[in-house]
């Protein structure tokens, strides 16, 4: 069954440095997301990106963060300079259906610890 | 905006017990919803979801239904089973222009044998 992966499984970086979360969809998705999830609790929309643009982003998604789809595979999420409140789970997430109906497929997370 | 409020957790509940996990939104437009479910250190998985008012979803003998009047959409079973420990997060998507799936706070389950 197709799936989405996400690399590295646990990051630990110090506090202003540049990290860089990858994702591989699944292959005939169109819609991409990611999400975090701090301490296991409340999971926060971050960005859409459809057709090469982002869609939408939250008030998380601030000039720090950026997102990216390279190759038409990997979808990446790139934090410039990380804070300590950086430190949460991160979720990539595809949909093949049209927005809003769709499912999400979600990935196992990215667990970013900023020290 | 988009919101979406669901009961606190953690629910504690012995096997075949009934469940309901209250779920109300507030949207501009006319949300889908959905039901995803966590399980200990994995992704969310949907669950069952709903695109249109008074349809009803349900998959694995979790239901929840539509309903615009309430702005709702609960979630039950009729006979929790161990296997169903998780975490539950009610979630709407709505097209305003871009697009994004908005989650609720998530409700812990856990059920007793």
């Known amino acids: 069954e197709p799936e989405v992966t996400q690399t590295p499984s646990h990051q630990v970086t110090q506090m202003g440095q540049e990290v860089i979360l990858r994702c591989v969809p699944i292959s005939n998705h169109l819609y991409f997301y990611w999400y975090r999830q701090i301490l296991g609790q409340k999971v926060e929309f971050l960005v859409s990106?459809?057709?090469?643009?982002?869609?939408?982003k939250s008030e998380i998604f601030d000039d720090q963060f950026s997102v990216e789809r390279p190759d038409g595979s990997n979808f990446t999420l790139k934090i410039r300079s990380t804070k300590l409140e950086d430190s949460a789970m991160y979720f990539c997430a595809s949909s093949g259906e049209v927005a809003p109906t769709g499912e999400l497929f979600f990935g196992e997370g990215s667990r970013l610890t900023v020290l | 905006g988009n919101s979406v409020t669901q009961m606190e957790g953690p629910v504690t509940l012995s096997e075949e017990a009934f469940l309901t996990i209250n779920c109300t939104y507030t949207a501009t437009g006319y949300p889908s919803l959905f039901w995803y479910v966590q399980y200990p250190g994995e992704g969310l998985q949907l669950l069952l979801k709903a695109t249109k008012a008074d349809d009803k979803g349900s998959n694995k003998g979790f239901e929840a239904t539509y309903r615009k009047e309430t702005t709702s959409f609960h979630l039950e079973k009729g006979s929790v089973q161990v296997s169903d420990s998780a975490v539950y997060f009610c979630a709407l998507s709505v097209n305003t222009g871009g697009f994004k799936t908005i989650f609720g706070a998530g409700t812990r389950l856990f059920v007793k044998a």
């Open positions: 990106f459809y057709n090469n643009e982002i869609s939408e």
